[in-house]
């Protein structure tokens, strides 16, 4: 069993800053790598930004100099630094965990989510 524990959604205001993070925990031999995606009501849910456990970064095009993802391997976190937030950034977060576990086969998994509303 893993369980992944988002925390930093919220409101606010059109060029505000906001912080996600995610914890993993549970049956977890490595981690492949860690990501956030979004959905946004009405729409399918997107890739927003990854990072590997080599600590390779990846971004959506659409968040790309705004957007910066950053982990802690000694914590299994991942953190979602969002600045110049815009109202099309409106959307639930979700946590996704690439990782290995202890019977050494790989598997996926994800969080809750966590709702950010960007509004004025």
């Known amino acids: 069993q893993v369980q992944l524990v988002e925390f930093g959604g919220g409101l606010v205001q059109p060029g505000g800053s906001l912080r996600l993070s995610c914890a993993a925990s549970?049956?977890?031999?490595?981690?492949?790598?860690m990501g956030w995606y979004r959905q946004a009501p009405g729409k399918q849910r997107e890739f927003v930004a990854a990072i590997t456990s080599g600590d390779r970064t990846n971004y959506a095009d659409s968040v790309k100099g705004r957007f910066t993802i950053s982990g802690d391997n000694a914590k299994n976190t991942v953190y979602l630094q969002m600045n110049s937030l815009k109202p099309e950034d409106t959307a639930v977060y979700y946590c996704n965990l690439n990782y290995v576990d202890y019977g050494l086969a790989n598997k996926g998994s994800w969080g809750q989510g966590t709702q950010v509303t960007v509004s004025s």
């Open positions: 549970g049956s977890i031999f490595s981690i492949n790598a």
